[in-house]
């Protein structure tokens, strides 16, 4: 008899009132990925320090004078939106609070439990980071910087919320959305003039890494709470987790 034969049926499809039947949730190779994430990140910080003195390697020079030579009024401003929307207060207060509160809502405790880890987590590593290598950034900005080339914020904050949802909700749609707004905030970074190829390379690696690490201990909680019914708080109930 499998897991699921006894169960009394489906939440809310009448059939019983029991939750769906405890699962394993493979963890740990997702677990590990973020570890090696997380380890490529300190490797390719102490190649900046030591191999190249905080300074950019040679092809990035080249990718930089590049991208500021296309740079158009159009998509200058379009990569000033990018800039204001996943950085400051909007993108490390406002948008996580915003999301913790949606998915208390919509009866998503330990989703919004694992989201706020992940985000509080991802930030802190980055300035870490940020502090340590103390890298220094390109020369021709569009914008106003805070201290520290190595990683980028807004790649690495980008990169947690992408990864944290698509945990949470499990749906390819999300995971879609998420890579994309990662890559176009990268590439803004970098058409900016605010940050160096592979700054933008290390955000992505924290913000993904300390999303799949947080992620590992509560994958089966979230996984159990996914499979139940979310009507919002003002609605029924329905079945929850047992």
């Known amino acids: 008899m499998s897991a699921g034969d006894g169960a009394g049926g489906r939440p809310g499809s009448g059939g019983g009132s029991h939750a769906p039947a405890p699962v394993r949730v493979g963890r740990h190779p997702w677990w590990i990925a973020g570890v090696l994430a997380l380890v490529a990140v300190a490797l390719l910080g102490a190649v900046i320090v030591v191999a190249e003195a905080r300074e950019p390697f040679a092809f990035e020079i080249d990718l930089m004078a590049a991208l500021a030579a296309a740079r ?3 998509v200058t401003q379009a990569a ?4 204001l929307l996943g950085g400051g207060l909007l993108s490390n207060v406002v948008l996580p609070i915003a999301v913790g509160v949606a998915l208390l809502l919509w009866r998503r405790p330990w989703a919004a439990l694992y989201f706020g ?21 390109p020369e021709d900005i569009l914008v106003t910087p805070d201290f520290g080339s190595f990683p980028s914020g807004h790649s690495s904050a980008a990169a947690v919320i992408a990864t944290a949802l698509g945990l949470v ?23 900016l003039g605010a940050h160096w190829l ?11 890494g300390v999303a799949l690490v947080a992620w590992a201990p509560l994958a089966e909680r979230l996984y159990r709470e ?4 979310h009507p919002p708080v003002w609605g029924p109930a329905g079945a929850r987790p047992e």
């Not at 909700?169 to 058409?191: D, E």
């Open 72 to 74: 158009t009024p159009a």
């Open 117 to 137: 880890i992940a985000v509080l987590a991802s930030a802190g590593v980055t300035r870490l980071v940020k502090v340590l290598v103390g890298r220094v950034r």
């Open 226 to 229: 996914n499979r139940m019914p």
């Open 80 to 83: 000033l939106l990018l800039d």
């Open 169 to 191: 909700f499990l749906r390819t749609w999300v995971w879609v959305a998420g890579i994309a707004w990662t890559v176009l905030m990268m590439l803004s970074r970098m058409y």
């Open 198 to 208: 592979s700054d933008t390379i290390g955000g992505l690696l924290i913000g993904a």
